[in-house]
């Protein structure tokens, strides 16, 4: 692997006001993986936060511009928690611009950004930020331990794919809502700059952050997409 970005669904920041473990975990992994000399940036997203606050702008009439703004906000949020708890090895601010992500690279330190345009969720970012820094791979931690033929949380009879192409992909997501704050596995945008850019995604769950640490030592973890 060239380097990764590691976006860090709703999934690590949900319940973080009454119990952290879960993002201290994921922390933990990612200092692991830095540790073994790995090239990172860190995108992260909203979870249920973002969610609330997209609903109390649309029930005050605010635009989807304006939804979109206030997910991003929250994001930021995120990402500066996520800064705090890396300490030195993160880029001291959050990361505003693919432009910052490739100087905060360029420090050696790890970039970490939230959202960054209205329009775009936080997986067209991630793909964006891949693409600018010139890395391989992108890994989402989410919900889910991988992609499946239909919801897990739904139906848990359901099928984990392990490996698909991204043509597979965005038939799988076709239809789906593109809200704010709606965004299911990765949004179309995304897909397009992955797949234009030969970048392999891999989809694993929040709740095993240590399979990042499976991933680099080429254990077959979660879904992959190429």
Same mark, same amino acid.
């Given at each position: ?37 790995? =090239?990172?940036? $860190?995108?992260? +997203?909203? /979870?249920?936060? %973002?969610?609330?606050? !997209?609903? #109390?702008? &649309? ?53 970490? =950004?939230?959202? $960054?345009?209205? +329009?775009? /969720?936080?997986? %067209?970012?991630?793909? !964006?930020? #891949?693409? &600018? ?68 995604? !891999? ?24």
């Amino acid at each position: 692997m060239r380097g990764i970005v590691l976006l860090l669904g709703g999934r690590v920041f949900e319940g973080i006001f009454e119990d952290s473990s879960r993002f201290n975990r994921v922390i933990e992994s990612i200092k692991e993986v830095h540790g073994r000399g790995m =090239s990172l940036a $860190i995108v992260t +997203g909203g /979870s249920e936060i %973002a969610r609330k606050y !997209i609903e #109390a702008v &649309r029930n005050t009439g605010g635009s989807k511009y304006m939804q979109d703004y206030a997910g991003i906000l929250v994001t930021r949020l995120h990402a500066l928690l996520t800064i705090s708890a890396l300490g030195d090895l993160a880029y001291p601010k959050v990361v505003e611009s693919y432009e910052e992500a490739a100087l905060a690279a360029s420090t050696s330190r790890i970039p970490v =950004s939230g959202g $960054i345009h209205p +329009g775009y /969720s936080t997986d %067209a970012v991630a793909a !964006i930020i #891949a693409e &600018r820094l010139g890395y391989d791979t992108l890994v989402k931690m989410t919900g889910v331990d991988g992609i499946y033929e239909e919801d897990p949380r739904k139906n848990p009879g359901a099928r984990r794919i392990e490996e698909l192409s991204y043509d597979s992909l965005e038939k799988l997501v076709m239809g789906k809502s593109y809200d704010p704050g709606r965004y299911e596995l990765l949004d179309i945008t995304s897909i397009k700059i992955l797949r234009r850019s030969s970048i392999k995604t !891999i989809i694993l769950s929040a709740d095993e952050p240590m399979a990042l640490i499976d991933l680099l030592e080429g254990k077959r973890v979660g879904s992959s997409v190429r």
